[in-house]
């Protein structure tokens, strides 16, 4: 069945670092892809998604590009702040007799330090 | 615009009871999901109601049951709780229902469920 896979973290960076938080998919047909974002205490944010192949989503500094070839959506930032400090999810969508549902990842937890 | 609320934000229930989670969907939205995130795992999906109609289910005993009322509000029911029902339950809602694609899905903070 469908799936995402994430790179396991936690992931701990000093404030200004390069972030990239790795992400493949497996799927029948062509999904949207998702970056979701959850605060502590918080439910799900959108950060960020991608429709079609080769599409890039960008929002508040983060960027993914959907690369068909390697089934990949890898997350990107090139200057993080300790706001950032969050769990990032990456999903894809599917779509399943009437209803679309997301396929999340397991989530990687971020924390960045001043 | 009002966003998704939930309630309550916490519950405690022993195993063997019965517990409604309550959501009001985004004003405007009439589609809601529900997901279930364990502790350290992303959220899957359990169900969707698109005006009123169940429209979707992910892999889930009939224990787990909902509704979707006419101002597009849902309720999800759990049955014959037990431990590992124990998670976080997220309501989102989307304005799109039937397969339409690229709706984004706007999620509440959720309700935190521990089953002792």
């Known amino acids: 069945g469908d799936s995402v896979t994430q790179m396991e973290g936690p992931v701990t960076l000093s404030e200004e670092a390069f972030l990239t938080i790795n992400c493949t998919y497996t799927a029948t047909g062509y999904p949207s892809l998702f970056w979701y974002v959850q605060y502590p205490g918080e439910g799900l944010q959108l950060l960020l998604k991608?429709?079609?192949?080769?599409d890039k989503g960008s929002n508040k500094g983060f960027e993914a590009t959907y690369r068909k070839e390697t089934t990949s959506f890898h997350l990107e930032k090139g200057s993080v702040q300790v706001s950032d400090s969050a769990v990032y999810f990456c999903a894809l969508s599917k779509t399943q007799g009437g209803s679309e549902k997301l396929v999340f990842g397991k989530g990687t937890k971020l924390t960045v330090n001043p | 615009e009002t966003g998704v609320t939930q309630s309550p934000t916490h519950l405690i229930k022993t195993r063997g009871q019965q517990v409604t989670l309550r959501c009001s969907s985004q004003?405007?939205?009439?589609?809601v999901s529900w997901y279930q995130q364990a502790l350290g795992q992303g959220p899957q999906f359990i169900f969707q109601y698109y005006r009123e109609e169940e429209n979707g289910r992910g892999n889930f005993p009939p224990r787990f049951s909902g509704l979707q009322f006419p101002n597009y509000s849902s309720e999800l029911n759990v049955n014959a709780l037990e431990l590992d029902d124990s998670a976080l339950y997220l309501c989102?809602?989307?304005?799109?229902?039937?397969?339409?694609?690229?709706?984004?899905?706007?999620f509440g903070n959720g309700t935190r469920l521990t089953v002792t």
């Open positions: 989102a809602s989307s304005l799109e229902g039937l397969g339409t694609g690229s709706s984004p899905l706007h």
């Open positions: 004003s405007g939205h009439n589609t």
């Open positions: 991608a429709t079609k192949a080769d």
